[in-house]
């Protein structure tokens, strides 16, 4: 088998080939650049291009969607071979993907029903194997025949969620959320509640994030709901997303600023291409650069940031995977961008600020940036008392809350004497 079928609903997109020299290329199938529905699947694969894309922009797509590090090891591990290949990999596990597309290696549409299709996924079960040091993605891949590939260095699990229970569908019909368990190492202590308080206060600071729970089994478990899934007519549409790597045709080594990878300047000339609704967006990317600095995100790197498809043309997608991570030892201390070339946040003085937006070709407003910074610091702290109040209420013994709380005050007091921001 050389070749892979993209499916978007039941309509053949195209086909990611292997080559003889293991290098990947995709074209478009003629039905789907004449179909009313037909769309670029990235910026970079433009629909009106004639033939194969390079391995290049084709693996910026495809390599996007599939786990990392570790965790594709231990998947590798499970079926027994090595998947180096993104398209072996693929050919296993791409029928429920991060987006809209279903890539199997079968060339009709798979059929999906959604009767009697599902194992239930008992979440003693999973405690029990995450304690036993199991992966939890291959531990559903083996135990529950699920089918599905999502990115990303930590061990997650999509599922769907119906009466409070949780679902692995075995056919690939679309998942809703997504859990996460623990971090895999100990010193990332309270992971999950780190990720749960830091969305919830992302919400109550007005950023758009879904809705997320803990669910406290023998293990907690983040769940986060997906929002490249809508129901339509009782039916789960897939909605298409993709993360800022694959829209500038990035592959996911380079998903930092200090590995090659895409700058807050690029990002946001991307933002700019590729928005419909520029204006909007900007204020919301730049809402998102504050709030990550602010709260200690240093992991907010170019595959932490997505569109969704609005039919036309690219909207930021809601935002996900925010944590303090300042906190932990495991991970950088230094943000995953640069300001004017500077690495180092603890250096950043108003005039980085003002560059570096001077650097995106926004010399007219020179202080969005630090505007925003100093109005989301303010909604910050007024909205962080209220949150760990709440979340003192539902989780008294876990200290996470408090001590994100403890960080962020020490990183605004570090911001305030640099930064001079009065009030
Ligand atoms: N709520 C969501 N809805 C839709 N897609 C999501 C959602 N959350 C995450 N994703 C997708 O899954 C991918 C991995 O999720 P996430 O970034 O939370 O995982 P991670 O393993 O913690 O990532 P990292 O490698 O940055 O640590 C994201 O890049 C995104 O494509
Ligand atoms: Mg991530």
């Known amino acids: 088998m050389n070749q892979l079928f993209v499916f978007y609903e039941r309509e053949l997109v195209g086909k990611l080939k292997k080559n003889a020299d293991v290098t990947l290329s995709f074209s478009y199938e003629e039905a789907w650049k004449e179909s009313k529905n037909g769309f670029s699947i990235s910026p970079l694969l433009d629909i009106k291009a004639e033939g194969n894309f390079d391995n290049r922009v084709t693996r910026s797509f495809f390599d996007n969607l599939l786990p990392e590090g570790k965790i594709r090891a231990l998947l590798e591990k499970f079926v027994g071979k090595s998947l180096t290949n993104d398209f072996q990999f693929l050919e296993k596990f791409g029928a429920d993907c991060a987006g809209a597309f279903i890539i199997t290696p079968n060339e009709d549409y798979p059929e999906q029903t959604l009767s009697n299709d599902f194992e239930e996924l008992g979440l003693s079960e999973l405690s029990k194997a995450y304690l036993n040091n199991e992966n939890l993605m291959s531990h559903v891949m083996q135990k529950h025949r699920g089918r599905f590939s999502l990115a990303g260095a930590q061990d997650k699990v999509p599922f769907v969620y119906m009466d409070h229970k949780v679902y692995i569908p075995t056919n690939g019909v679309a998942t809703t959320h997504v859990l996460k368990p623990p971090h895999f190492s100990k010193s990332v202590k309270d992971s999950v509640y780190n990720e749960y308080f830091s969305m919830k206060l992302a919400s109550a600071c007005g950023l758009k994030v879904p809705r997320v729970d803990v669910i406290e089994s023998e293990i907690p478990f983040y769940v986060v709901e997906r929002f490249d899934r809508k129901m339509i007519a009782g039916e789960v549409k897939r909605l298409h997303q993709i993360d800022f790597c694959q829209a500038q045709g990035y592959l996911t080594e380079e998903k930092y600023q200090e590995d090659g990878g895409p700058s807050l300047k690029s990002n946001y000339l991307c933002l700019k ?130 001590r994100i709380k403890e960080e962020i005050g020490n990183r605004i007091n570090s911001f305030d004497k640099r930064l001079k921001i009065i009030g």
């Open 273 to 402: 291409k590729n928005s419909s609704d520029m204006i909007e967006d900007t204020k919301i990317f730049i809402r998102w650069i504050c709030f990550n600095l602010l709260i200690g995100n240093n992991d907010c790197h170019s595959k932490n940031i997505s569109f969704l498809w609005d039919g036309r043309k690219y909207r930021l997608s809601p935002f996900y995977d925010l944590l303090c991570t300042s906190i932990y030892r495991g991970y950088s201390a230094e943000f995953a961008f640069k300001l004017n070339d500077n690495g180092y946040w603890g250096q950043w003085k108003k005039e980085h600020f003002k560059k570096e937006i001077i650097s995106w070709g926004l010399d007219k407003s020179p202080e969005i940036l630090f505007e925003a910074f100093v109005e989301v610091k303010k909604t910050l702290l007024d909205n962080l008392e209220t949150e760990v109040a709440a979340f003192k209420e539902r989780f008294p013994s876990i200290k996470a809350a408090r």
